[in-house]
C-alpha cells in the first residue's frame, strides 16, 4: 500500500484550507494519508518559528479538520537562503528550531513535522543532517512522523547545486523522504516540461541507490506554467489543468505533447497569443502524463507520492487523479 501526501498549502487563509478539502472530497479525500498545512510562520533569525495565524487556535483547528478527513496532519516548516543556511551551521540555532517543531506539535495536536529548507548553500549538508538526526530522536521517542523534502538529484556530481541533500544520509533519520521532482523548468526559466517522465524517471532511479525506496515518496506536480518573453527574460505564471484546458479553449489553441524515447506520453503543451499581442507557451500535466509518472511506483518499489498542491486542483481535476489511485 503506498502512501499518499498532499501538501495542503492555505498559508494563511483559513478559508483557503478549508475550500482545498472541501474540493477533494470524496475518493481522493478518503485516499490522502498525510495532509501538509504550511501554516507555520517565517523562519527567524535565531533558529525559531511561529504561526503565519495571530490566532492561536486556527492552527488546532486546521490540524483537527485535516485529522478528521481520516489523514495525519504533518505541518511544514519551510526555510531558505542565508536565513535557513545560518541556522544549519549553528549547533543553537538548530536546537531552538528543533524546540519550535515540538512546540508546533504540542500546541496543535499534529502528527509530525515536514522540513523543507531550500535554496541552500552546498556547505550546509552536515548541519542538515545533523538538524534531522536530533528531530528524528527526538520525535519518533514521542510516536511522531518526520519528513524531509529535498530537491532532485540524478547522481552524486550532476547537480552540484544540491550536495547539501544526502540522500543516505538524511534517510536514516526520517521516516519518509519527500523528494521534490518538479520544477525542471520554473518561473524564470525558458518554457519546458515541469516533470517530463524520463526526468523524473532518473531522479527515482539514483535516489533507490541512496534511500530505501519504501522511505521514498515521489513528488508529483498538480501545476503547469505559462511562460513569455519580456527582453531577455522569461516571466510566468502558475496554473492548474483546469486553468490551463480554460486557456486553450478561450484562445482555441491546440493542445500537442512534448514526447521523447524515453517518454512516449509526454507532456502537454500548447502556445496562445494574448490579448495584449503577448505569445505565451504552456506546459502541463493531465490524466495521461499524470499516470506515466505514477507507473514509476512500481517500477521502484517507492513508498508513495507527495504533490504540490490541492490548491491547483478543483473538483474535476481532482477527479480526475483520484481515478488514477483507484
Known amino acids: 500500500m503506498t502512501t499518499n501526501l498532499q501538501f495542503w498549502d492555505g498559508y494563511g487563509s483559513k ?37 503565519v495565524f495571530t490566532d492561536p487556535e486556527i492552527p488546532k483547528y486546521l490540524v483537527a479538520l485535516g485529522q478528521r478527513s481520516g489523514a495525519k496532519v504533518v ?8 536565513t535557513a543556511g545560518d541556522m544549519l551551521r549553528d549547533p543553537l540555532k538548530r536546537s531552538i528550531f528543533k524546540e519550535s517543531c515540538l512546540k508546533l506539535i504540542r500546541d496543535t495536536g499534529a502528527d509530525g513535522i515536514l522540513v523543507d529548507l531550500e535554496a541552500l548553500s552546498s556547505d550546509t549538508g552536515p548541519g542538515l543532517t545533523a538538524l534531522m538526526k536530533a528531530l528524528y530522536a527526538q520525535l519518533s521517542a514521542e510516536g511522531k512522523l518526520t519528513l524531509v523534502s529535498v530537491m532532485s538529484r540524478t547522481s552524486d556530481t550532476a547537480e552540484p547545486w544540491c550536495v547539501q541533500y544526502n540522500y543516505a544520509e538524511l534517510s536514516g533519520y526520517a521516516d519518509y523522504v519527500q ?27 539514483y535516489a533507490v541507490t541512496r534511500i530505501p525506496p519504501s522511505k521514498i515518496l515521489m513528488g508529483i506536480p498538480f501545476y503547469g506554467r505559462t511562460w513569455r518573453q519580456d527582453g531577455t527574460r522569461w516571466l510566468s505564471k502558475a496554473l492548474g489543468l483546469s486553468a490551463a484546458t480554460r486557456t486553450a479553449e478561450h484562445f482555441r489553441a491546440v493542445s500537442t505533447r512534448k514526447t ?17 499581442g503577448h ?20 517500477e521502484f518499489s517507492l513508498g508513495g507520492i507527495g504533490c504540490w498542491s490541492l490548491a491547483w486542483l478543483d473538483q474535476t481535476s481532482a477527479g480526475q487523479f483520484a481515478a488514477l489511485l483507484e
Open 15 to 51: 478559508a483557503a484550507y478549508e475550500k482545498q478539502l472541501a474540493c477533494v472530497s470524496g475518493n481522493l479525500l478518503k485516499s490522502i494519508d498525510i495532509l501538509v498545512p504550511n501554516f507555520a510562520g517565517p523562519l527567524q533569525a535565531d533558529g525559531s518559528f511561529g504561526y
Open 279 to 298: 505569445r505565451w507557451t504552456v506546459y502541463y500535466d493531465d490524466s495521461r502524463s499524470w499516470a506515466g509518472k505514477l507507473c514509476l511506483l512500481n
Open 179 to 205: 523528494i521534490m521532482s518538479y520544477d525542471l523548468h520554473y518561473a524564470t526559466s525558458a518554457p519546458g516540461p515541469i516533470a517530463p517522465l524520463d526526468w523524473v524517471r532518473r531522479v527515482m532511479a
Open 260 to 276: 521523447s524515447s524515453s517518454d512516449p506520453i509526454g507532456t502537454p503543451t500548447f502556445c496562445y497569443t494574448d490579448e495584449h
Open 75 to 82: 505541518p511544514m516548516v519551510l526555510g531558505s537562503g542565508k
